[in-house]
């Protein structure tokens, strides 16, 4: 993958890799993945926990669905 970046951009990566004695591509590199983990976290809509939540209430013995009005 090819990264793109606006001259000022690359010089202030290239004085905090200078800085914290790393390489611009692995600051790259793990502003991506942080990116990345954080988009994962977030890419939940509430339709999928109220299905979950659902589901898990339905596996409590004895409560067969989600009391209405609790969603």
Known sequence: ?????S???ENELER???LRG???E???EEAVRQYLDAAAITDVSPEDLAQTQAA????IEGLSTWPEGER
Not at 56 to 59: D, K
């Open 1 to 5: 993958m090819t990264v793109h970046l």
């Open 7 to 9: 001259g000022s951009l």
């Open 16 to 18: 905090l890799a200078s």
């Open 22 to 24: 790393q390489g611009v």
């Open 26 to 28: 692995f600051l790259v």
């Open 56 to 59: 898990m209430a339905a596996e």
